[in-house]
């Protein structure tokens, strides 16, 4: 979105510094997602005194120690299993030192509230250093997802009104539209050369191909092909590209690039020449936006993709929007895909659910006088299905924040400067945050005066994930056409855990089985 979206440029995974300094105490192992997690809500009533910063609980004293137990407990799989066990643990809050990192982690939505109120004008956490690395090595300017301080500030003010103003929705949903009407009609192909009527298959690799041409739509304003059976070889070695650059991210989470590059390793010879392939073919399209501007200055209306746009609008540079954009490409991948898959997967195990939600988008598409504009007003079921793949499934372990003052969490006071992590998929899991959390229930968002602070898959306040507009709208739209035309079935009832590889992944592939509402003439 394979990775990430969401979207993940929002939250970068879970504490980069707890995977890559990596360490732990000897935790167990829980997968469990109807775990009780010993938490309590922020109480108001506490008066006591404020305790000191070497008061919170944790295991923080020896991180060498907790760098090889994560090692031999293979826990760099299982950080959010690890991370939901603390808070079960330890409480509400705890700190942890992991090799030379150190953090302190949180869960209740208030004390997240608090967080974001102490993140300051420049908002700051942890970098990408495998990107920034190549980058570094290229000389390629950083985008706003790899920014900081006050270039960041100005050119995230310039996106935010190109990418996620709710203004700018109207341009993207005729784009990402016709990708989905597009996905469908790959679909129906498929059932119909099947002799079963049906398709079952693991989707991940389709809803790769999905993502991926609905955010070049969007980004580049070109189609890359990718639904048809016979794909371009430039359009293939663009995918491939994508496919390795996450493939050799992973790895360099744990080692220094640095490293890497002085020895002159194969993991980093191959994360160069896929960033080299992605970012030649942000050239290519800079190119060919430049040859039709010249040749036809206008474009009859058509919103011409997110690229041109801000090359037109002249206020950023040739390589800051480049750089940008590239960014906005990469984590809008991984993220929307397997957010996606998880939603099928779900919806496969509520076939009443379904039924709910189609009636829904009927109604919506009867109101709406033809206007997808207007059905996507109309779907509050449907977004908050979701919200809530976003809860059970986040695409990030947690979101991280360096705070910029003092502030006081749980009665424990805790110096600016430090790293603070709320943790998205342990809050997700917890019955005092969410009644019933192993239950998928998208009516309960539904309740708005109940989601305060709760729903933060896409990150919050100035730092949220640029790309949330995009991602939001391409993956409603998906599922209203999937649901228009499909029953979506699960061969066996068969709970599947996820698995950490840069975001978090089924753990082993998800298997579901498509069938035609009706017969297609």
Known sequence: ???????????????????????????????????????QPTSPELHKKVKPFSEIPGNWKNGLVNLYNFWKLDGFKNIHGIMLDNFNTFGPIYREKIGYYESVNI??????????????????????????????????RYGVLLKDGEDWRSHRVILNKEVIAPQVLGNFVPLLDEVGQDFVARVHKKIER??????TVDLSHELFKFALESVSSVLYGERLGLLHD????????????????????????????GLLRRLGSQ????HVEAWDGIFGQADRCIQNIYRQLRLAPTNDGKYPGVLASLLMLDKL???????????????????TSITLLWTLYELARHPGLQEELRAEIQAARASSDGD????????????????????????AVSLQRYITKDIVIQNYHIPSGTLVQLGLYAMGRSPHVFPRPEQYQPSRWLRGEHSYF???????????????????????????HMLENFKIEKQRQVDIRSTFELILLPEKPIVLTLRPLQQRK
């Open 107 to 140: 869960i209740n939505p208030e004390d997240a509230a608090i967080l974001f109120k102490a993140e300051g004008h420049y908002p700051k956490r942890l970098k990408m250093e495998p990107w920034t690395s190549y980058r570094d090595y290229r000389n390629h």
């Open 372 to 395: 997808i504009t207007q059905v996507l007003k109309a779907v509050p079921l449907v977004k908050g299905a979701l919200k809530e793949t976003l809860r059970l499934h986040p695409v």
């Open 267 to 270: 993991v980093w010879k191959e």
């Open 230 to 257: 016979y794909i371009d070889p430039e359009a293939q070695h663009f995918i491939d590209c994508i496919s390795r650059m996450f493939k050799t991210t992973s790895p360099m989470l744990y080692i220094p690039p």
């Open 1 to 39: 979105m394979m990775m990430v979206k969401p979207c993940w440029h929002c939250a970068v995974s879970p504490s980069l510094a707890v995977i890559r300094a990596a360490g732990a105490p000897f935790y167990r192992r829980c997968y469990s997602a109807s775990m009780a997690i010993s938490t």
């Open 317 to 335: 540079s040739i390589e800051d929007i480049k750089a940008s954009v590239t960014e906005l490409m990469a984590g809008g991948v991984d993220t």
């Open 454 to 480: 709760r729903s933060l898959g896409f990150g919050f306040g100035p730092r949220q994930c640029l790309g949330r507009r995009i991602a939001e709208t391409e993956m409603q739209l998906f599922l209203i």
């Open 194 to 199: 099947s002799s079963t009527g049906q398709w």
